[in-house]
């Protein structure tokens, strides 16, 4: 699987953002999709989790209620709506694909393949 994220830039606080992650390759809807953070300096962090099956999706407390993840009709691409940003929202958003199906997948070790990220920087 090749992922491939898009859509980051530079956004005022209070602004939106739509990321998408394209993918390639293996049959995209058998993996569970997941998006990470990194800001400078910092760990990479869990954003959301999403699953092509009914299971529920998944966000960080920092993003609930802002961010939503949602699915491309020809199941290829995923999105990640960002409303309300704030600065410390800055960060490469990474996309990435596991085969793990179960489970909240908030671990990056869960995940097999990655995108090569896309910045997203929120001036105050």
């Known amino acids: 699987v090749q992922l491939q994220a898009s859509g980051g830039g530079l956004v005022q606080a209070g602004g939106s953002l739509r990321l998408a992650c394209a993918a390639s390759?293996?049959?995209?809807?058998?993996?569970?999709m997941g998006w990470f953070r990194q800001a400078p300096g910092k760990e990479r962090e869990f954003v959301s989790s999403?699953?092509?099956?009914?299971?529920?999706?998944y966000y960080s407390d920092s993003v609930k209620g802002r961010f939503t993840v949602s699915a491309g009709a020809a199941k290829n691409t995923v999105f990640l709506q960002m409303n309300s940003l704030k600065p410390e929202d800055t960060a490469i958003y990474y996309c990435?694909?596991?085969?793990?199906?179960?489970?909240?997948?908030?671990?990056?070790?869960?995940?097999?393949?990655w995108g090569q990220g896309t910045l997203v920087t929120v001036s105050s």
């Open positions: 990435a694909a596991s085969s793990l199906v179960r489970g909240t997948r908030r671990r990056a070790g869960e995940y097999d393949y």
């Open positions: 999403f699953s092509w099956s009914d299971s529920p999706t």
């Open positions: 390759g293996r049959t995209f809807s058998s993996y569970a």
